[in-house]
């Protein structure tokens, strides 16, 4: 794993010290990429702190866990979640044949809301908007 762009923020290191050891019954394995981290044997979820932040669009975003979520189906079962309107941005990615993207996403969304500058928020489930 390679860390992302803004791995480096205040708010990724606080959020990295609260990642539970088990997510939806996976452990949590060992990442040498600064603010990642994974779990499961094969990893069924992987978390990356500091991505860029997606900027308006038309894609699925959903509010789960007090985040709103663009949610990236392009490659399921494999669904790729981005925080949306949060500063840094968050990235998970669930294989949803073995854990429930919902359960991660809430877990994960709890831990990031209070943490990460909200700067705006899904209009529906099927835009955002600045």
Do not use: H
Not at 18 to 43: C, F, I, N, V
Not at 74 to 99: F, H, K, L, M, Q
């Amino acid at each position: 794993m390679k860390p992302a762009p803004d791995a480096d923020a205040l708010a990724c290191a606080e959020i990295m010290v609260s990642l539970p050891d088990t997510l939806d019954g996976q452990e949590r394995r060992w990442t040498d990429a600064q603010s990642t981290a994974a779990w499961g044997d094969p990893s069924a979820i992987v978390f990356a702190c500091g991505v860029t932040p997606p900027g308006p669009t038309e894609a699925k975003c959903l509010p789960i866990g007090g985040v709103d979520w663009i949610i990236d189906e392009s490659e399921a079962p494999v669904y790729r979640a981005t925080s949306y309107g949060r500063v840094p941005a968050i990235e998970v990615i669930t294989d949803n044949e073995v854990v429930g993207p919902t359960e991660v996403l809430e877990t994960i969304g709890f831990l990031a809301a209070d943490r990460l500058t909200r700067e705006r928020s899904c209009v529906s489930t099927g835009s955002v908007l600045p």
